[in-house]
């Protein structure tokens, strides 16, 4: 299995910071906002690897930083320090030091993300067709024709109906925005995707049929995706390896299964405790 | 305007053009740089006008900063040199151009401004079109920040305006924007061609004279310099299609004035209900009416 | 000949910080499982021969020894000291796991549950379900049922979908933990003649049964396991 994503030291605060955020804040000081300056560390020394077509899964409570982690390495937000190496065949990028024009080319053609809010990645002034059909075009697809078919393709995939792909995804249910959130992130076939918390906030039926699709797609395509959740349900689902993040630090990282039946975090043992 | 005003004496000195000589540089220097970069939106310092904004200022400080006294302006809207608009622009260059004469015939101008039309007759090298533009940004459409506009524009980004195109063969079958229509400039940047029809568009491509765009209130110059490629954006299998004015029987329409079948046409509605159609370009009408008569004289043939 | 697997000295306990307690779980095992044999793991309930198999597979971090595992080349890996991504290497590859308990996801067939292993390394889809429906047929799951997903299937059932799951892929290194525990006399007959089999194509098998009658059957070598608790100064001990 090949390297697609080397993270090493990625760090985020969001504040001035002061030389002593690292030392006062993390899980044993219980908090991730630094009492002496009052910066927020969002993140800190975060390092992992991915391979093609694995599922790793990054897990915490709200403000645990998990969020944060995709967010920088889909651009989104820009980490105070770090490093990630991207492997794109033989190339290989290092994210952080790219300009943005490169960054937003990258995010356009080999990364895909599905927000927890289908605000974030769909557009709801165009229909469920014309989501699609944006990401195709960034990609020089220039043939209406084919684009059609490939968005029908694709919201069939996912199992949207045919019948309203010209309907603005605004009518749509949650379950179904989150299916055209993934057919829009997959047009590409990029071969990296991010999933954030894309069940939560669903019904019980309909999180297990988008966890299955993801799957699927997995298998399917051969996506490298990182999957970021509170829920361990979802982890033990779809992650390979889980990260288990608090107050901004990785606490523990392993094998899903490891994780879960023999946690070795106090707080990852206390999480698998109180799991249903 | 009134066409017997003359300025008072103590403003009788005003400079030519009525535009200071610094002001004058600086557009000049920002037509300079739209031709250099053709279809990029230039900012410069746009000046009060002694008229509002949005009556053309844009066009006319081009226009004042191009023009010398052995310039001959024609000054359109709509297509027709005698509505209000082009002639209060055509006598206030006049006024303050002293020297400079006017014409209503396309081939006798040597600045034609216009704002909704091209003039059906073809530009020569010689001739500077320079269009009013309301809003300068094609993308203004789908994206609000000026910003990240600037940054699709510098990538050459234009996935949200085809998926704009997109959603109208969707829902119309066809590609309805009827004017403005976005157009690619030597394959970069996509420019708004201020409100001309479809029907002009494709007389910006290759074009023998220079045509020069002026927004007054968005601050804008951009240009198409002569012999370059202005391509209308299409999809491969839904190309760009210009108005076709035929009736239900598919016959093309002629103008019910000149008789011609090949202008751009006015619907003009009629006290019955019914209604007609009439070339909108009135030199271009003019000139026709001439033809058929015998009367056409000299260059214009 | 060299085993496929030698554990040595392998000890797992169990540290809970929230009781503050550490529970030693298997204390100091060393054993050796080779090619095309059949090692057997017994021992009282509590003796740890759960443990051991999830230490070699990794779902449980082992606290102190070695676990080397030898593959077809010779190349010897410490499975306690192994990268995340090598064990996951070697699960997809080499080690197979058949646990008494079925985990899969609740919504798919029970012939895809089966063919999944092959299917994750690459094998195609068609070919995979080939040998899932030949392995199904063999432990007697009768055809009704493989459409079916395996949630609403009866213990015996899901045991023998487990079983072909853990087959179907024929890893090198196979760990059964009590496979046959709910199934019927017939059936335990077709798995003791499937277990034969595979260990005659050359799968070292680490194995837990819940009948003596089983190892006797199956077994190559026996390794009796007892429980750290009997030893004094492994007893409960409360953390400091």
Known sequence: ?276 | MNSSYELPLDEADYNFGFLDEYAKREIRRAILKSICIPGYQTPYASREMPMGRGFGTGGLQLTLSLAGPDDVLKVIDQGSDDSVNAVNLRQFVSLTCPGLTTTTHTSDATIIQSRHRIPEQPLNESQVLVLQVPYPDALVVVEPSEARRKAMHGEGDYSRLLTKLYEDIVKFREITISHRYPTRINGHYVIDPSPIPRYDVPQLNQSPALTLFGAGREKKIYAVPPYTNATPLAFDDVPFRTEDFHDDRGERIACARCGSTRSFLDELPLADGSKRWQCSDTDYCDQQLQLKSGTLTGARQ | MEPRLRIENLSKRFVLHEQAKTIPSCEDVNLSVYTGKLTALVGPTGAGKSSVLKCVYRSYLPTAGRMLYRNDLGTVTDLAQASDHEVLTLRRNDIGFVTQFLHCLPRKSALDVTCEPLIARGTSAHEAHEEGKRLLRCLKVPERLWGVPPATFSGGEKQRINLARGLIARPRLLLLDEPTASLDPGTTDNVISLLQDIKQDGVALLAIFHHPELVSRLADNVFELTPPLTTPNLQETTLS
């Not at chain 1, 994503?5 to 030389?19: A, D, F, Q, W």
């Not at chain 1, 990258?106 to 229909?127: A, D, E, T």
């Not at chain 1, 469920?128 to 078919?149: F, P, S, V």
């Open chain 1, 1 to 276: 299995m090949k390297k697609i994503l080397e993270v090493r030291g990625l760090t985020k605060i969001y504040g001035s910071g002061c030389p002593r955020c690292i030392s006062a804040t993390g899980p044993a000081h219980d908090t991730n906002v630094c009492p002496h300056c009052g910066t927020v560390v969002a993140a800190h020394d975060v390092a992992f690897d991915l391979h093609e077509g694995e599922i790793l899964g990054i897990m915490g409570e709200s403000g645990s930083g998990k969020s944060t982690v995709v967010k920088t390495l889909f651009f989104d937000d820009k980490p105070s320090s770090g490093s990630a190496r991207f492997h794109d065949g033989e190339q290989v990028q290092e994210l952080f030091d790219l300009n943005p024009a490169e960054q937003r080319w990258l995010r356009n053609h080999k990364f895909g993300m599905v927000y927890q809010n289908p605000n974030l990645g769909l557009n709801f002034n165009v229909s469920a067709g014309g989501n699609i059909a944006e990401r195709l075009l960034m990609n020089d697809l220039r043939h209406y024709g084919d684009i059609r078919d490939r968005a029908r393709q694709l919201l069939a995939r996912t199992e949207v109906l045919s019948n309203r792909m010209d309907e603005s995804p605004k009518r749509f249910s949650g379950g179904m925005q989150q299916r055209v959130q993934i057919a829009k992130a997959l047009a590409t076939r990029p071969p990296l995707l991010f999933l954030d918390e894309v069940t939560t906030g669903l019904d019980l039926s309909v999180q297990a049929r988008i966890l299955d699709l993801i799957l699927e797609i997995q298998q399917e395509l051969n996506t490298a995706m990182i999957v970021v959740t509170h829920d361990l349900g979802v982890i033990r689902l779809l992650a390979g390896r889980t990260l288990v993040m608090k107050y901004g630090r990785v606490i523990e990282a392993g094998l899903t299964d490891q994780i879960l039946e023999d946690p070795q975090h106090a707080y990852t043992q206390r999480l698998v405790a109180s799991a249903l």
